[in-house]
């Protein structure tokens, strides 16, 4: 084959693109596909799907999944596009190429994680309010279930007291946010749980946008410091990357939303906002909310 | 004598619904006494260990990798669930993927392959829906828009302009319809005949519909406008062009009119209406009180009422047998609904009886629930606080698992009132998953359930009311039926009795 060839192949390719326009780019994900890359499809599911370039993910979805700082929003049925796992992709600032689809990256806006409220109105017994609504309104094998209703799963007896544990190091580092990190109180928890991002995660990135939100930032740095050294090892590369994202400041719309409602005393509005992420995570991050704010909200 | 079975499947990612549902099916399987499929963290082989069901191989496992364990009865039994957990887990993962290459990629491909077609059904994100339902109407076409999220001011202007050109849009937010005897989204398998129903509501089209197909009557049309289509902004602009459309239509005799209480301009513009047609109306606006009806018109309270004025006659009841029932627990009723609709016509059905009631999507003379809330409580789980980002009840009878488990621990509660929701688009088997989430409740709370549906359904009415009655659930014949039923169960006489027979 020679050059021209190649070229003509490539240009016949080219026009034969589907495009698919991206309409709102998470900071995150906007900064990868600056960097560019080359990567792959790493899992297709019914409304979303994820790239993976090196160990960082970003995450393609319809506009139903919500704004978050890794996420790139099309305007696609996912489902419909025909992808699989495995799929190479190329990553540039102006487009993501995946086979003969190229979203489109020119139009879209960037999305940034909104303020936090303040200044704060009152926290009062939010936090076991939530609490109680956990135990009866959460998926069965979530683990705010396990964490909030009197039920004994294997996940309820191993989380129990590692929930504890870093209740109880969280309460030192505000009397004495000198002290480190105990490497268990926050390593326990990472990797736990079921889900795509494991509940522990999911509970640690609720209590690190908590911290952030209510301005703990001496232990939010240590948290952050901690959960940032430990992810890589301890759980899945895609969840690693959330977990990263939320110690640097970066929470998704939705546990935006919940937090932010939680500050200006709205719980009700804060459940709402934890039940549009995914199945059992919204619910898994409120936990670690709940249970922050019984020790920083005080 | 028990195995542990583990498998990896490495750097594979599922999303946490479908993680929870294979675990689920795959602990349900033959000779399993004990499943778990979880990311490979250190942390989740704690938890895998703890439940005696991590082997070698899972303890190889790296965080990124996915572990199936499970313990069964004896090798056999290892091998065949594992078997079928391969086969669950090799299933497409999306949902109808693969798409044929043969299928339509636009609205316009898909008329030139079906040109007589006159109408087009829209189900994209809310934040495209309006734009392919211009292009539905560009080439001509009628359009039911399934999605949600649609601006209301882009509501009114789609349905300014279809109208302008002759042709109606159901929806946005249309969940059921049936036009000449085809069920569209949810709805049910009813005979056509002679009555036609129009709607505001999903499941006040399907409950009604089905009544009237087990009374032995049938449906000409069933024309869905959206929830919204009755609120002052949008003007009744397709509810007033279905009125006109089965008015005309000689295969209709009867048309009712299914929706929550306008606003009383809207309202009198669409009674306006009714008043200028030569047929009999029923209006079911369930929760309004005093309509100024023109003299074709009667008003239904209730959805049952509704079919009852249809048919003209009233429903025969099946008589149940309350003798052994004990409802010694607390007198407060909860209800858990899938259908907004049958949560609304239940609180209506209380408030008739002077019973106070509250819920989550109340009615006028309804409370608010919140947390403290104590009594009788309607919870309407189809309400979009409980399914952002997560399925539909009538699609995931599981999203009711954890308030009914809930419910029967509360020891306030002495009756439970469910509906079950049938046809297309729903659960294949509903009645199935809550026969399970019941089995091995000890005494407790009495379970009072309806069932929205035929047995020409792809779940045939009559074996998912077997299913029920199985699982010890008094099944009533229609949700009016089963609210009351509730309401009589829940009554101090009624747990005196029960009181009396412990």
Partial sequence: MTLASDAIDTASIALRRRVVPIVRAGVLAREMCRRGGRGDVAAVFARSLYVRIGDEFLCIGEPGIGNGPLTLIASARISGLGLRRGQAASIAEQCIVIGDLRFDLDRCETWRRPRWPGPIVRLGDIGAAIARRAATQSPPDSLAYALFAANDTPLARIARPRVACFAAWLSEQRHDSSCPAQANAVTSLIGLGPGLTPSGDDFLMGALALLDAVGQTKIHAILAQAVTDAAPTLTSPLSACFLRAAAAGHVGESLHDAVASILVGNGDAAVAAARRVGHTSGWDMLAGVAVTLRIVGS | ?502
């Fill in chain 2, 1 to 502: 004598m028990s195995v542990i079975v583990n498998e990896i499947r490495r750097a594979t990612y599922l999303d946490s619904i479908v993680l929870m549902r294979l675990s689920r099916q795959i602990a349900a399987l033959p000779g399993v006494e004990e499943a778990g499929l979880i990311t490979g963290t250190a942390a989740n082989k704690d938890i895998l260990r703890d439940a005696g069901i991590l082997g070698p191989e899972g303890e190889t496992a790296a965080p990124g990798d996915l572990i199936l364990a499970l313990r069964a009865i004896d090798a056999a039994a290892g091998a065949a669930a594992l078997a079928e957990a391969k086969r669950l887990l090799d299933r497409p993962a999306v949902p109808g993927a693969p798409v044929s290459a043969d299928s339509p990629r636009t609205l316009r491909a898909a008329v030139r392959d079906m040109p007589d077609a006159n109408l087009a059904l829209i189900s994209v994100p809310g934040d495209f829906a309006v734009a392919e339902a211009r292009k539905a109407l560009d080439l001509g076409l009628h359009a039911m828009v399934f999605s949600d999220n649609v601006p209301i001011a882009e509501e009114a202007a789609l349905k300014r302009e279809a109208r302008a050109r002759g042709l109606m849009v159901m929806g946005p937010d249309c969940g059921t319809a049936i036009i000449a005897g085809l069920p569209l989204a949810f709805a049910n398998v009813v005979p056509r005949g002679d009555i036609g129903i129009v709607g505001a509501s999903g499941t006040g089209i399907q409950e009604i519909s089905c009544l009237i197909a087990r009374a032995g009557r049938g449906v000409s049309h069933a024309i869905g406008t959206g929830g919204r289509d009755l609120k002052a902004e949008v003007g009744a602009i397709t509810t007033l062009m279905a009125i006109d459309a089965l008015d005309a239509d000689a295969a209709t005799a009867h048309v009712v009119l299914v929706s929550k209480p306008p606003a009383a301009a809207v309202a009198r513009l669409v009674l306006d209406r009714v008043g200028r047609s030569a047929k009999p109306f029923t209006i079911c606006f369930i929760g309004a009180a005093d309509l100024p009806l023109p003299a074709n018109a009667r008003a239904a309270p209730t959805l049952k009422a509704a079919a009852e004025l249809a048919l003209g006659r009233p429903l025969a009841t099946r008589p149940l047998d309350l003798t052994s029932v004990q409802t010694a627990r607390g007198g407060s009723v909860r209800g858990l609904f899938a259908g907004g609709t049958l949560c609304t016509e239940a609180q209506i059905v209380f408030i008739a009886a002077g019973l106070p009631v509250a819920s989550n999507v109340p009615v006028p003379g309804a409370a608010t629930v919140n947390g403290a809330t104590v009594g009788h409580v309607m919870i309407d789980l189809g309400d979009d606080a409980f399914t952002r980002g997560r399925p539909h009840p009538m699609i995931e009878p599981a999203v009711r698992d954890a308030p009914l488990a809930a419910a029967l621990a509360d020891p306030g509660v002495g009756v439970i009132l469910l509906d079950v929701v049938l046809g297309y688009g729903a659960h294949p088997d509903p009645a199935g998953h809550l026969a399970q989430a019941l089995a091995g409740r000890r005494d407790g709370a009495v379970i009072v359930a309806s069932v929205t549906g035929t047995d020409a359904d792809p779940q045939p009415r009559s074996e998912q009311v077997a299913k029920l009655e199985q699982a010890g659930v008094m099944v009533a014949d229609s949700n009016a039926d089963a609210a009351a039923l509730a309401m009589a169960l829940a009554s101090p006489a009624a747990r005196q009795r029960g009181a009396a027979a412990q």
